[in-house]
């Protein structure tokens, strides 16, 4: 079966297309006059509009329809009189109003309309204009800014006879639209509003009206302040409503089939697991996602707990096949290379804090692995970060000389290595300086899975393949969610989305906080295994300030070697909020061949050839920060997600911290939590994205990829 149709009709004048046109036509031809009458020349013409409406309605709604143009054309004297001139003739000439109403025939299109219309064409939308215009005059203020709008898609209130905002001037492309999906959007709140009492969806955006006077009009499906902003909310209310399959590729869930991982290639006992054969209706929490982050937080929520709550965890695809399964290995703190940056962002307490957070990981992890017997290849070891351009390395030293200069952050277990010595020490070529600090790699999937038995045994209900569609948006009367899923319907007082990457899916709200990330990562092997040097350190070598690659050693001789950012990452269709771990990205394949050889001394002759390369998505946080805690305004809702690709290091011990707010009803201040994790409105609804900021001269060209 065919998915239904999508459709969003649009107002055009005011809502597509500014007055500002006919606001400075009247400033420049009349605004000394107007000024020395005490008369702003923006207001008059605003009120020429609205009292144009007015009367353009009013003859309407009495069988006297007149076309809206001649409407303001006729008003101009009177509104003149009406502003307090009383001589409206003499003050103003015809003259006037023709170069006036010659500008209304050039109206500019709003900022982002352009962009509104093709977020919505590439999610499947049809887009349309309905307008109380005449459809020559409004289809050129498309022409004329270069916006696409079919003219089979117009249609105007001239045709029919019937002016909005009556309910029958909506019915004709409602009765067209039947059985499938109409928005109406418009930046008047009285036209989408009496287009929602007629069976619309309604979409607002306040760019004109600024206060949508919620207490006259009501609240509508989707409400924003930049159209590309309520172009993106459109199909996220979908999702959220579960009119959308959550896991469509087209939009932002799990793709079905993902290219395996190394870590993931062998089929596990666990990978389609389910508990029970129906899908349990009740449940005290539910968890959305059985990554680390999911698994993890099961974990603290049912250890050393005299009464377990029950838990179903649900996960879309195989168990462990997100993030967790796909990445690096690599448990690699951050002790000091962006501790100045989140300086500048947050303050000296709140990087320093962070940093002893993530160093603490390390241990954390090796206490885990011991106290459950893991079986996951855990090795205690040193990271290496290796610097190749002399500029960044330079940079780099000087801002850790200044941290250690300054005493804040514990630096005590990193080694600065210079330029003299780099390159021995590290074995990487042409190093220009190098850090080493307390590292560790493992098995990521072989832990979770191992994990998840244990958690079996303690009542963990796990259901794999069961993807959730939409949760509802208000709880029950016994204060209850309803989750819903392909195989039927879960109800719990308490949700937890483990989501990452794939959170927008089910929490629309985060659609522009958590951005899924496509990485490439690879799996190396030598023929010659007995003649290459043996690499006791983990690696990120730094190419520069954007692009750097990450590697560890594993036990057998292999290497496993993610990034490879130099080949696609200037192409942001390629990796920016792409979901698609279900294909390799062809262009950086063939960047492993060879790596081993270029970049280590001694490796020259090993024949070390990329075996396995695998995509992953990684969910990056618009502010670098995971989001942690209460999901805001939803009660009994938390989230867990947003590690930006450094979830192993932070992980552990946030599902820590989250349990005992679930678990315990602790608060987030209280959880021995980072402060910069906590989850906010105000982190949720900024504009402002440090992520793609940092990414703009890379997309823009000004950044040249250093191979």
């Not at 070697?561 to 696609?568: D, E, P, S, T």
Request: with cysteine.
């Amino acid at each position: 079966m065919s998915a239904p149709k999508k459709h969003v009709v649009f107002d055009v004048v005011g809502t597509c297309v500014s007055y500002d046109a006919i606001f400075n036509a009247l400033d420049s031809r009349l605004g000394d006059r107007l000024r020395a009458e005490c008369i702003k020349p923006k207001l008059l013409g605003y009120t020429w509009f609205e009292a144009a409406e007015r009367e353009y309605t009013y003859l309407s709604i009495s069988g006297r329809y007149i076309r809206f143009y001649d409407v303001f054309r006729s008003l101009f004297y009177r509104m003149l009189w009406m502003a307090g001139i009383e001589e409206p003739r003499k003050f103003a000439t015809d003259d006037d109003l023709a170069y006036i109403l010659e500008q209304f025939m050039q109206l500019d299109a709003r900022p982002g309309v352009a962009e509104c219309f093709q977020i919505l064409r590439d999610a499947g939308f049809t887009c349309w204009a309905f307008t109380a215009g005449d459809v020559q005059r409004v289809s050129g203020y498309f022409t004329r800014n270069g916006i696409d709008m079919p003219a089979e898609n117009f249609m105007s209130c001239d045709s029919l006879g019937i002016g909005k905002p009556a309910p029958e001037s909506y019915q004709p492309l409602l009765t067209q639209f039947a059985g499938e999906e109409a928005w109406f959007a418009a930046a008047h709140m009285w036209d989408v509003s009496a287009a929602k009492s007629t069976g619309f969806k309604g979409a607002y955006c306040t760019v004109w009206e600024k206060e949508p006077c919620i207490d006259l009009f009501g609240t509508m499906d989707v409400m924003a302040d930049t159209f590309p902003e309520m172009a993106r909310r459109i199909p996220a209310s979908l999702l959220q409503a579960g009119i959308c399959h959550a896991l469509s590729w087209q939009g932002r869930g799990p793709v079905p089939k993902p290219v395996p991982s190394f870590w993931n290639a062998e089929p596990r006992i666990l990978d389609d697991y389910r508990s029970t054969a129906e899908l349990p209706s009740v449940s005290d929490i539910v968890i959305v996602g059985a990554g680390f982050a999911g698994v993890a937080t099961a974990y603290h929520l049912l250890k050393d707990n005299p009464n377990p709550p029950s838990i179903v965890l649900l996960e879309a695809r195989k168990l462990c096949s997100g993030a967790t399964g796909r990445n690096g290995g690599h448990v690699k703190p951050d002790t000091y290379y962006n501790v100045p940056k989140y300086t500048k962002l947050y303050g000296t307490a709140a990087a320093a804090e962070l940093a002893a957070f993530e160093a603490s990981h390390v241990l954390a992890v090796k206490g885990l692995v011991e106290s459950e017997n893991l079986d996951c290849d855990f090795h205690l070891t040193r990271a290496v970060d290796v610097y190749l351009d002399p500029e960044h390395a330079k940079q780099t030293e000087a801002s850790y000389r200044e941290l250690v200069k300054a005493g804040v952050v514990d630096l005590r277990d990193v080694a600065f290595i210079p330029k003299d010595d780099a390159e021995r020490v590290s074995g990487v070529k042409g190093a220009q300086c190098c850090f080493s600090f307390t590292a560790a790699h493992l098995w990521p999937s072989k832990m979770v899975h191992q994990l998840v038995e244990k958690l079996l045994a303690k009542g963990l209900s796990l259901h794999t393949n069961t993807p959730v569609s939409a949760v509802s948006t208000q709880v029950d009367s016994k204060g209850m969610w309803t989750i819903q899923t392909p195989r039927g319907a879960i109800r719990a007082p308490k949700v937890i989305y483990a989501t990452n990457g794939y959170t927008a899916q089910v929490l629309p709200e985060y659609c522009n906080t958590i951005v899924p990330i496509r990485g490439i990562c690879s799996y190396i092997e030598s023929p010659k295994k007995q003649d290459t040097p043996h690499l006791v350190n983990t690696y990120g070598i730094r190419f520069d300030a954007l692009n750097n690659d990450y590697l560890i050693p594993r036990a057998d001789g292999s290497i496993v070697v993610g990034g490879a950012r130099q080949r696609f990452w200037h192409n942001k269709d390629r990796w920016f909020d792409n979901v698609r771990d279900d294909e390799v990205v062809g262009e950086a394949v063939s960047y492993f061949d060879g790596y081993m050889q270029r970049h280590f001394r001694g490796w020259e002759n090993s024949d070390a050839k990329a075996k396995e390369v695998w995509t992953g998505i990684m969910g990056y946080s618009s502010d670098f920060m995971p989001h942690i805690g209460d999901v805001p305004g939803k009660s009994g809702q938390f989230i867990i997600a947003g590690f930006s690709g450094h979830g192993m290091p932070e992980i552990l011990l946030s599902s820590k911290g989250l349990a005992t707010m679930v678990r315990d009803g602790v608060s987030f201040e209280e959880s021995g939590l980072p402060r910069i994790f906590k989850t906010s409105e105000s982190r949720i609804s900024s504009k402002k994205s440090l992520l793609e900021e940092s990414m703009q001269s890379l997309w823009n060209g000004s950044s040249k990829p250093k191979l």
